[in-house]
DNA sequence: CGATTTCACTTAACATGTTAATCATCTGCC
DNA sequence: GGCAGATGATTAACATGTTAAGTGAAATCG
């Protein structure tokens, strides 16, 4: 809980004109920044999906399905990183649109198992050229290397705040 | 593409096959990592900003306003990198719940040149102790120095992107 | 001027994000 | 076996993302 407020205090003086250079620090917050480059490699290929009649979301769903079998849903939705809600409507439906296949387990009738269609598999491979393409242009515009090296430290923000709720909780705040 | 069958029979312990590497690459995608990260960023804010009857956009809107003394609508959409129709809304409802004021621009009728209120400004105030002690515990946790490089190769990327856009375009594909 | 086009929003319509509630099954315990 | 609590999945309700269409005001051009 120690903590200095050390550069919470720069706001006075960041606020010099108030009506020019229009709120340089909050644009460059770590949740903004994150979300405009997000946006920027994800415009890119929006377009191509459309065309396709897919969403940036249907497609993940069927691209996680295209590297297994067989998924419970609770997991694809771990892979696909959907929440329950999203993934549930999502997979009814791509199932009207016989793209998807489900089924329940058989040793537990609460779990559903999904499995892409040869439908929704034609789809991806009609789609995948595009999108390997509009990839490779990515990493080559802003270099393989580098964008290698975005990804290490993007999963190490990610672990560190992991940490950070865990640490959280071990006080006694788990009160409802 | 090519991922080896494992099984899907055998529920309970699926689960401990299946979650062990599936789709590596595919969860490493570009665009996963950085939906992954900002997520785990706004995980943490979240539950601080619901304590305040405030979304994460509510709050980009506010907190973007304390920055100027007023802003057409246009423009805020810009800075808090919001859509119109997402922003319109929003505005409606912070109008409604009086946190923000609305007016229309005297010399541009259809402009509307949007200010934070007081209430709003005694709202943020409430909220801005407890965001800037987790993005401080953020920072420390990750590294000031390293958050800064992220930020700026995340700026990067967003440029090259852009860059990417406009050479798509040059050609002749400015057709309807 | 006056028709047309452009511009700044706003609405509409549909898909997803987010949290809470519901439903059916399952598990553990007696 | 049967019941209380846990679990997997869905549904509900509301907010936002996303694209297209609508509305009123301003700029442009004939």
């Known amino acids: 809980m120690a903590r200095k407020k050390s550069q919470t205090e720069s706001s006075t003086e960041t606020t010099e004109t108030t009506r020019r250079a229009p709120m340089r620090d909050f644009s460059r917050s770590l949740p903004m920044s994150l979300l405009r480059a997000r946006e920027?490699?994800?415009?890119?290929?929006r377009p191509s999906l459309r065309n396709h009649g897919l969403t940036e979301q249907q497609w993940r769903i069927l691209?996680?399905?295209?590297?297994?079998?067989a998924i419970e849903v609770t997991e694809l939705a771990r892979v696909a990183f959907l929440l329950g809600p999203s993934l549930s409507?999502?997979?009814?439906?791509?199932e009207a649109?016989?793209?998807?296949?489900?089924r329940a387990a058989k040793a537990d009738l609460r779990r559903a198992?999904?499995?892409?269609?040869?439908?929704?598999?034609?789809l991806i491979e009609a789609v995948a050229p595009?999108?390997?393409?509009i990839y490779a242009e990515i990493t080559s515009r802003y270099g393989a290397r580098k964008l290698a090296e975005l990804q290490d430290m993007l999963g190490v923000l990610?672990?560190?705040?992991?940490?950070?709720?865990?640490?959280?909780?071990e006080s006694g705040e788990i009160e409802e």
């Open 97 to 102: 649109r016989q793209l998807i296949e489900r």
């Open 130 to 133: 595009t999108s390997e393409a």
């Open 63 to 69: 691209r996680a399905l295209t590297t297994v079998d």
């Open 40 to 45: 920027a490699v994800m415009r890119q290929f």
């Open 113 to 122: 198992v999904v499995s892409i269609s040869a439908k929704g598999l034609k």
């Open 89 to 94: 409507r999502i997979l009814r439906d791509l």
């Open 158 to 169: 990610e672990r560190s705040l992991v940490a950070m709720e865990v640490a959280g909780e």
